[in-house]
């Protein structure tokens, strides 16, 4: 009997041990996905199919707050596998990218809201902007690991691309594989241009699967990702692929060769021809919100941006000045005349 009971205490002891061990060797992030399986919808906005979100509603949702929460408890002090980073870097910048909308949900000027935002670049124009863009703040954004690191989306875009990560950062989190170039698709900007946030999380099992989803479902859409002008020999490409062409393209060839693995039939053969111009899509902003999806309170009028304030009063100033200059005060001016008299100058009106 003491027998049975010493194994099966010993029996628990080892499952929870290989527990411990599993939860460490890979992040959960189930609470994201639950999250994003209820909010992310397929839709179309100005004509261009992508994924949409409903986000009124993932601002409120238990997962969606829980996971914020969650990433303080992951340890990314040890270096990761190949699936294990692009996991959880993926991860973390969608979520940031969504977290900055649900944070950020109206416009804002010197008076106050001003009506929802239409566009990921509106949601810190009170700071102003232009001193901090989205891209770089950290405002309201998760504590990731226990040393208490916030990442910006530009720096966990570093994180992602090799080329952008500092040499000490790189030896502290990245072992010794190659940049993944198919990580680019992935990339979410909760705007209508980006490519799409996907209705599921990125996962270390199935990392390798969702990279290439991710090419597939860009480069399919004419409208955002690949297009190509057969008579005028030009290959229209997602504005994604430019705005990290210095860190992830060599040259054209390389480029061809990423994109030739996720397009088929005639598409495919005219790519690797590289008879042809390549130029990028226009991008843009707008936000990749589901229709009717009320995010702001707030009523819509128009917004008075902190500068327009100091603007006006420098014109102010400046107006009075040139005034004063022109017309002079008569008051004060004085007429001198000379006295050969009094061998003196006198003052008249």
Known sequence: MRTNIGLGLLLIILLNSVNVFSESAKFNYSSFDRALKRHVVPGMIKGVPQNLVDYNELSQDPDFIMFFYQLGDFDISDPLDHNEYYAFWLNLHNYIALLTITNNPCKTDMFGYCGPITSILQTYEQQPSFFTPFWRTKKGLPIVGNNGTQWSI??????????????????????SFEEDLRALACLSFSSVSSPDIL???????????????????????????????????????????????????????????????????ETKEYLDTQEYSIRYMKFDWELNILPGDNICCAKDRMCIPWWTLVAGVMLIFIISFVVCIVRGDKSDIRIRKYSRRSRKYRSIK
């Open 154 to 175: 530009e720096e966990v875009q570093n994180m992602i691309r090799v080329h952008g990560i500092p040499p000490n950062v790189a030896k502290k989190y990245k072992t």
């Open 199 to 265: 209705p599921f999380a990125f996962t270390s099992d199935k990392i390798n699967e969702q990279l290439d989803y991710c090419n597939e479902q860009l480069l399919k859409n004419e409208f955002k990702g690949l297009k190509i002008d057969y008579e005028k020999s030009i290959v229209y490409l997602s504005s994604i692929y430019l705005y990290f062409n210095m860190d992830y393209y060599a040259n054209k060839e390389q480029l061809v060769q990423l994109l030739s693995q996720f397009v088929y039939n």
